[in-house]
């Protein structure tokens, strides 16, 4: 298991991470992607930080899975 994505310290930029999208909340469904931009301007979350997917899509980091090789 990854860490959880509740605090803005962990999430950098080019991670690898799993989100549930605004769509999804209701299911949970999580969806993996790469972060481009970290959204949520507080250090911490009690729902995960919202960031934005490099493929354009925004939701809140569940689990951070590890950093991207570039």
């Given at each position: 298991?990854?860490?959880?994505?509740?605090?803005?310290?962990?999430?950098?930029?080019?991670?690898?991470?799993?989100?549930?999208?605004?769509?999804?909340?209701?299911?949970?469904?999580?969806?993996?992607?790469?972060?481009?931009?970290?959204?949520?301007?507080?250090?911490?979350?009690?729902?995960?930080?919202?960031?934005?997917?490099?493929?354009?899509?925004?939701?809140?980091?569940?689990?951070?899975?590890?950093q991207?090789?570039?």
């Amino acid at each position: 298991m990854g860490i959880s994505g509740k605090y803005r310290k962990d999430i950098r930029p080019g991670m690898t991470v799993d989100v549930v999208l605004k769509r999804d909340q209701p299911t949970g469904k999580r969806t993996r992607g790469v972060v481009a931009a970290i959204l949520t301007s507080s250090p911490q979350h009690p729902h995960g930080i919202k960031v934005r997917l490099r493929d354009g899509q925004v939701g809140r980091v569940q689990e951070i899975i590890g950093q991207t090789p570039e």
